[in-house]
């Protein structure tokens, strides 16, 4: 079952910390900049400027066509936003910011919400419930477990407050590429899929919906939008799989998990 999926020596995972921890110092980093009137073209400069200057290269640029280095995605848009200067950030809005740096070779996968001024109540609950959400997938990472039992925990976690999880995306294997096996779906069944072993490497990425799990791509061929309109958040964390649990690669320095960050 698990013979596409690469296992990494524990000893390689020395790569994928430091490209992970880039990774979240990156979003560490653009915290203070996410405010009222800033577009998120402005935003993707920051990223970019800041990925380079500390030796990481950008890994979504030219990635099957994407020309920025960050995917910012604001309210119901569920993935895969394109950065844009005439896009301004307004009071209210929640939004993904999705980076994936890589660093000798090594890719560092991560995202996080992130509150432009004052969130209402219904979006706070739905951000702090989409951490929960990735956090209660994360603590099925265990040698012996699946990606089913990973799915499983995470779609009933969101359905427990009525929200639904995004089935057209999904985690994915990482290390010295940007996707491959195994494909950590949102949603499962316990004991299914591909069984969990040390050195298997790969993100936990959950998108919540407060309505329905059905979603769009517009005409960009990216950007990617909840069927009714209705708000969507997302995280995501890379971590590896070790003899007795998982070691996550993506952890804010500052040790921030959800927003507010302070
Ligand atoms: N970082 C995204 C992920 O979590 C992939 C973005 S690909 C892009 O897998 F081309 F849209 F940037
Ligand atoms: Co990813
Ligand atoms: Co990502």
Redesign the pocket.
């Known amino acids: 079952m698990a013979k596409n999926v690469t296992k990494y020596k524990l000893e390689e995972f020395d790569g994928l910390r430091r490209a992970g921890r880039l990774a979240a110092e990156t979003l560490d980093y653009i915290t203070p900049f996410v405010k009222p009137g800033v577009s998120t073209g402005a935003l993707d400069d920051l990223l970019e400027a800041f990925m380079r200057q500390h030796g990481g290269v950008p890994?979504?640029i030219g990635?099957?066509?994407?020309e920025?280095a960050?995917?910012i995605s604001p309210n119901h848009v569920v993935?895969?936003g394109?950065p844009s200067p005439t896009k301004i950030l307004q009071d209210g809005d929640i939004i993904n910011i999705?980076?994936?740096v890589i660093i000798d070779g090594w890719y560092g996968?991560?995202?996080r919400m992130y509150y432009v001024g004052k969130p209402s109540i219904k979006a706070r609950r739905l951000v702090e419930t989409t951490y929960a959400t990735m956090m209660a997938g994360i603590e099925q990472c265990l040698p012996g477990k699946t990606t089913g039992d990973i799915g499983h925990a995470m779609q009933t976690l969101a359905a427990e407050y009525n929200y639904s999880t995004v089935l057209d995306?999904c985690?994915?294997g990482?290390g010295r590429v940007?996707?491959g096996a195994p494909n950590i779906l949102n949603y499962g069944t316990p004991g299914t899929g591909v069984k969990l072993e040390p050195g298997m490497v790969f993100?936990v990425?959950p998108m919540v919906n407060v309505g329905t799990y059905q979603t769009l791509t517009l005409s960009d061929g990216?950007t990617t939008i909840t069927k009714d309109r209705s708000l969507s958040a997302q995280f995501?964390h890379m971590l590896g799989i070790t003899e007795t649990g998982y070691e996550i690669f993506t952890l804010s320095p500052k040790g921030w998990t959800y927003p507010p960050y302070r």
């Open positions: 890994a979504t990635y099957h066509g994407y920025k960050s995917c993935c895969h394109i999705d980076i994936t996968d991560t995202s995306f985690g994915h990482i940007f996707h993100t990425e990216w995501e």
